[in-house]
């Protein structure tokens, strides 16, 4: 079968009452396109400063009452260090928008990890200028992740107070200018979002054209202009996750933290998704990056590591 991926099509598919042939049409091409891997990548969230006030996030500026932190250079890279020695070959390093961290001092960082490992580095760290991207691609970053959220230009003005969505496109399409490995993503069930706004989402993946995307469901956060939204539904994420991967055959899908935060650990990976990140954030800090609530076990690197290969091998995949 060959499902109408158009903007009105992509609305009527998500309304499905029976998904089921859309997943196995999503998992086939999921294999022939990337394979039965799984891509583990080390997350290390490494400042929670944040100049932003977007209405969904628990890291947002205003927030007062958030203790905040900042990882020293050494202490990033003994952790850095501490995944690589387990077998990670990937490290996202995320932050909210914190220009302590110049571009000349996280350049330096990178620097560092690929001087010292193999890793490809991965950076989310929001929105630079064309000139700082450039500067931390010479140092050595492989890949970008800056999420467009909602492709729905009032819906997104009404969540994001300092920006605008053509800023946020301008940057993907600069990242993908620069060489990065570029990756989007957007939120599902926010307040307000039709079907119609999740068509729109799922085409400017495909029009940006991401290398990755991450999409995830809303969750609200207690203490956010948001708190007393309804969460976004898994069902309807992981059918997004799997138009996606119709829509960019060959994209590094990651079944989000969000995702398992709503629970279903063995489904995350049947509709199209080939990645997985977990947090190596040391305790200290880490429940400290509270982007929504969400609860976390401490961090312990090797063990997470060795439970999450077997958890990947007793669905049929391949830990990588
Ligand atoms: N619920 C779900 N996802 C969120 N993010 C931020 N706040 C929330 C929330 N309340 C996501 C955004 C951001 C990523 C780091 O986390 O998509 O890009």
New binding site residues.
């Given amino acids: 079968m060959t499902p109408d991926l158009s903007r009105e099509g992509l609305a009527q598919l998500l309304a499905l009452e029976d998904f089921s042939p859309i997943y196995e049409e999503a998992d086939r091409v999921r294999k022939e396109a990337v394979g039965d891997t799984v891509h583990i990548r080390a997350l290390l969230e490494f400042s929670n400063h944040c100049r932003r006030k ?1 209405a ?3 890291l947002r500026a205003p927030r007062k009452d958030l203790p905040r932190y900042r990882m020293t250079p050494e202490e990033i890279l003994a952790s850095v260090r501490s995944a690589f020695e387990v077998g990670y070959r990937t490290i996202v390093l ?1 932050s909210g928008e914190d220009p302590w961290y110049t571009p000349k001092l996280l350049g330096e960082i990178v620097q560092e990890i690929k001087r010292t490992t193999d890793m490809a580095v991965t950076l ?1 760290c929001g929105e630079l200028s064309r000139e700082d991207y450039a500067l931390l691609r010479q140092a050595g970053a492989d890949r970008y992740l800056l ?1 467009h ?1 909602t492709a729905d230009e009032d819906l997104y003005q009404s969540l994001h107070p300092d920006g605008t969505l053509r800023e946020r496109v301008n940057c993907l399409r600069t990242l993908k200018t620069l060489g990065y490995e570029t990756g989007s ?3 599902v069930g926010l307040p307000g979002q039709t079907p119609d706004v999740l068509a729109k989402d799922l085409l400017l993946l495909k029009d940006i054209p991401c290398d990755m995307a ?1 999409i ?6 207690p203490e ?1 202009p ?1 708190r007393d939204a309804a969460p976004g539904s898994a069902e309807l994420t992981r059918r997004c996750v799997a138009l996606a991967r119709l829509l960019l055959p060959r994209a590094n899908l990651p079944a989000t933290t ?1 995702l398992t935060v709503r629970g279903d650990n063995g489904r995350v990976f049947s509709g199209g998704a080939n990645v997985v990140m977990r947090k190596i954030t040391p305790n200290a800090y880490k429940r400290q990056y509270e ?2 609530p969400a609860a976390l076990p401490d961090t312990d690197i090797p063990a997470q590591r060795k439970l999450l290969e077997d958890q990947i091998r007793a669905l049929g995949r391949v830990p990588l």
């Fill in positions: 977007c969904y996030c628990g995320q989310g999420k959220e993503g957007f939120m991450g995830g469901p809303f969750l609200p956060h956010t948001l969000a982007i929504y």
